[in-house]
């Protein structure tokens, strides 16, 4: 965020503070009527000024109560009348308060300012009260995961604002309300995006009405209800529709022809139904990713010819779907292909999967068809086959294990790994986090309603969604240090449930400012899960139990303990800095109407097949040969370990020492990555870059062989750990080897390359301290046509992440300028970029005074950088840096810009840049015996180059 919105938020957030010094005596009064009664009422509401005194969780302005934003705080009682009074209210987030029951008051229409109407996973019960629909600023509106009863309001059809509708998982009852007359309805909704009422009991048809080409809806979910009738054709009408749920119904007759036309859909669920008629054509759907057609009584029809055209599928569930004729092995070859369904139908012939098949490939299970033969010549498979139940595995003595049924049970379950520690055995109650500190953990389950995966097992879609999380919390300024995904399972509804853990940061537990910040990320959606993998989605808080501002204590009446207005405002403070975000996305938006398509999706597609790849300059090494260069992998040889798997030494005949980076036994997913750094790194050579030797891609093995580069990572040796002491020249000399490589990357290499992981352990010194760029897992090339950017899913490492590429999702190589910014302030001040809390760039920020020497810096920087003397243009390169570092890519240098600056620095220095080098005559420890951390391994939370690790059971 630029600092001018900073600034403003500041401004009003102080503006806000001062003027809500007392609170107006109505709004008090209400308060304190409504939760009196209430239990687990915090212990700082206490007195009569709830905005002067700064309660948790409320927030004001001009002295009236405008937001009460309270999930997951434990209360128990009812929502009384009282909150009618409350006439200035805009927010209401109750969320996770399990103990809240009862009614909602009709009185509740009268807060006419309401514009988020938060009411998730309460006990709530009874009809929703029709005043509902005098709520007319609503924006949201989720009462989802109560226990409401009756029917939907009609009237709810006039709050033209409404974004957000979410009633599912209630006890709804009675149809979908359309307008009549003067009887309002839903279909006047045409601004809402999301309709959500899954899990209810509503009943007759879905009212042709409901839809139309005015409605801009994108997530239509209607699971498991009792509809019954038709699917009204005008639902073809609404194009921007990317989820529709429908399954677990009783819908019956044909399904309308235009359903073709919803060319945005990304997951369609009609399963469980009783639809009829042919199956519907879905040639036009060409983003269709998950498919869900089981279980319905269509006419039997052949094998349909949009099996081969939806090239975006990964999930097709169509078992009992009257299918008859042959798979055609093209089918196989559709690049996303994770999980195919087709059991109980009518396939037969030979099944033929093809030699290209996709290699995201997980389950074909084919159970009970009239399947004869199984062309096996295909080359490795290691993904489930299941024919049982088909002539093929009747011939007496069939042991092939694509006739024996799985166990059910097989899934290795999920659970975000341990970051390179032992974990405690941790006492009271508390948990051990990925980063091995006991704590007790904020916790909850994250329910997907829609995947674009199926593959449970690959450990992608989780590590991008807890990097997501990481980087959401720590751009909102949340005490989070570290979260955890657990037991990853889908549910009968086929929802995705996933168990989140969110540990505190600094201290064992929250308090309840936090949890309520916390809370709210979800419960208002404000936090948007990676779409690539994740659809639509609600969380459940779990009690917390372990508040760090809650002594032991009663109900009602209150501890007086006067926790400074600031934490209170913080909500609202929050809220602000979502706004600021907000309004700077929109204005990226607009100033980037011009957008590329992904140049790298008919890549992917060609290359994610088992091919070899294009190589220039390194050559493939056999298993045996890498066997005989390590003495068989010994223990001695391994310099270094990582999720993905270990890194050995190794010594050719010549003599010459490598460096192999062996993906975790077993491990052969993530072939993409694999390719991408083979591809792109035989094409690169260049000093300063990581020279790729080889690789070997045999016997379920991925390898990578590198040059060895005996001086470890630059991380290693500005930590201390190698014993190599950097003085200004070394440093300075390091960051002009890093900048040429990066230089060449971005300028020379053909096709441009951006790096996207520039770190401090991705930069290795040699033995004369010459800096090599490594690690390309995570690489992108730039085509000619991409006009300088790449919208691309965010990945990196959080504190060298450019906030501009995390916003805009649009990578250019001033992505990696950033980071490189990033990594010049770490070499000046041997910090991580975020450490202990603090952003090595904010602090660098606030510290620097230009008018004092060195700018003021000597707290930060590091104390041996220069033994007593003052490094010579070090200001240069502070300033350098915070260029690099600039909020906006348009406002940073070029790489080539950069490394001329550089040479000038050095040059300043009384350096020679061109010098071979000034350090060769020194000798070095040898940095990696008895690292724990080797260059070539990646032990930062995000997961460059990983091979992601699963279980596959090959044949
Ligand atoms: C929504 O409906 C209202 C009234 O029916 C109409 O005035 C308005 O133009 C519609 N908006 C859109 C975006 O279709
Ligand atoms: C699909 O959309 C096209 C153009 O948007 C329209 O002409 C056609 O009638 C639609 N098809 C159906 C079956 O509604
Ligand atoms: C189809 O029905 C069978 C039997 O009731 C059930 O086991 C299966 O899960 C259903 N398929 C889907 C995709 O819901
Ligand atoms: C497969 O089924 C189709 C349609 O029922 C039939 O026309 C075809 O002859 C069958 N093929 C074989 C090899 O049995």
Known sequence: MDSAIWFLLLASFVQIYIIAATTNAGDATALKSLVNGWENVPHSWEGEDPCGDGWVGIGCTDSRLTSMTLPNMNFAGQLTGDIAALSELQQLDLSYNTGLTGPLPTSIGNLKKLTNLILVGCGFNGPIPDTIGSLLQLRFLSLNSNGFTGPIPPSIGNLSNLYWLDLADNQLEGSIPVSNGSTPGLDMLNNTKHFHFGKNKLSGQVPSKLFSSDMTLIHVLFESNKLSGSLPSTLGLVKTLEVVRFDNNSLNGHLPLNLNNLTS??????????????????????????????????????????????????????????????????????????????????????????????????????????????????????????????????????????????????????????????????????????????????????FFRALNFSDLTDSTPYETLEQSLMTFFQSHQLPVDTVSLSNPRMDSFEYLLLKLGVFPYGQDSFNRTAISMIAFVFSNQTFKPPKEFFGPYVFGGDNYEHFSDQPAKSTKSSVAITIGAAAGASVLFLLLVLAGIYAYRQKKKAERATKGSNPFAHWDSKKSSGSIPQLKGARSFSFEELKKYTNNFSEANDIGSGGYGKVYRGTLPTGELIAIKRAQQGSVQGGLEFKTEIELLSRVHHKNVVSLLGFCFEQGEQMLIYEYVPNGSLSESLSGKSGIRLDWARRLKIALGAARGLAYLHELANPPIIHRDIKSTNILLDERLNAKVADFGLSKPMGDSEKGHVTTQVKGTMGYLDPEY??????????????????????????????????????????????????????????????????????????????????????????????????????????????????????????????????????????????????????
């Open 265 to 446: 859909v990304h997951d369609l669920f009609l399963s469980n139904n009783k639809l009829t008629g042919p199956l519907p054509d879905l040639t036009g759907m060409n983003s269709l990713n998950t498919l869900y057609l089981s279980n319905n009584t269509f006419d039997t029809s052949d094998v349909p010819s949009w099996f081969t055209a939806l090239r975006s599928l990964t999930t097709l569930m169509m078992d009992d779907t009257h299918v008859r004729g042959q798979i055609p092995a093209t089918f196989f070859k559709l690049p996303n292909l994770q999980t195919v369904v087709l059991k109980g139908n009518q396939l037969n012939g030979t099944l033929d999967i093809g030699s290209g098949f996709s290699s995201r490939l997980q389950t074909i299970d084919l159970q009970n068809n009239l399947i004869s033969d199984f062309n096996r010549n295909t080359g490795t498979i290691n993904f489930k086959i299941i024919l049982v139940g088909n002539p093929v595995c009747q011939e007496t003595g069939t042991r092939e294990p694509y006739c024996i049924l799985p166990p059910s049970n097989s899934l290795p379950l999920y659970s975000t790994p341990r970051k390179n520690c032992q974990p405690y055995t941790c006492g009271q109650g508390q948990i051990s986090s990925p980063i091995c500190r006991c704590a007790y953990p904020y916790t909850g389950t994250l």
């Open 806 to 955: 995390y916003m805009t999702q649009q990578l250019t190589e001033k992505s990696d300028v950033y980071s490189y910014g990033v990594l010049m302030l770490e070499i000046i001040t041997a910090r991580k970029p975020i450490e202990r809390g603090k952003y090595i760039v904010r602090e660098v920020r606030m510290s620097m005074d230009k008018t004092k020497s060195l700018y003021n810096l000597q707290e930060i920087l590091d104390q041996t950088i220069g033994l007593g003397t003052t490094p010579k243009g070090l200001e240069q390169f502070v300033d350098l840096a915070m260029r690099c570092v600039e909020e906006s890519g348009a406002d940073r240098p070029p790489m080539s810009e950069v490394l001329k600056e550089i040479e000038d620095i050095m040059q300043l220095a009384g350096m020679n840049p061109n010098a071979e080098s000034a350090s060769s005559s020194a000798t070095y420890e040898n940095a990696t015996k008895g690292a724990n951390l080797h260059p070539y391994s990646d032990e930062s939370f995000a997961y460059s180059g990983g091979f992601p690790s699963s279980n596959i059971e090959p044949y």
